[in-house]
């Protein structure tokens, strides 16, 4: 399985980006990032037929995660971007049916794409 995330940049406090991120294959899809110094935290999932999307209580409201998967590809869009969502945000996939929060859970993780957001 390949991932490629995509779409990160610098962007002002209250901007919006989105994120994509393309695979290989149809699979349970999520977000995660990390800040410097911080661990890897869990932002958003989606099912492989995008019927099912949880989100980090963090995010929720302000982000949204959809797949295209005639593209195979998965979006982050996200608005309302605050300093404290300055982080490389990796893409991931897993096998199985269920989102999930975990890192642990996910078997294939892409490169990451670095989002700055400036106050």
């Known amino acids: 399985v390949q991932l490629q995330a995509f779409g990160g940049g610098l962007v002002q406090s209250g901007g919006s980006l989105r994120l994509s991120c393309a695979a290989s294959g149809l699979y349970v899809m999520g977000w995660f990032r990390q800040a410097p110094g911080k661990e890897r935290e869990f932002v958003a999932a989606i099912s492989w037929n995008g019927g099912r999307t949880i989100y980090a209580d963090s995010v929720k409201d302000r982000f949204t995660i959809s797949r295209d998967n005639a593209l195979k590809t998965m979006y982050l869009q996200m608005h309302s971007l605050k300093p404290e969502d300055t982080a490389i945000y990796y893409c991931?996939?897993?096998?199985?049916?269920?989102?999930?929060?975990?890192?642990?859970?996910?078997?294939?993780w892409g490169q990451g794409t670095l989002v700055t957001v400036s106050s």
């Open positions: 991931a996939a897993r096998r199985y049916s269920t989102p999930e929060r975990l890192p642990d859970e996910y078997e294939y």
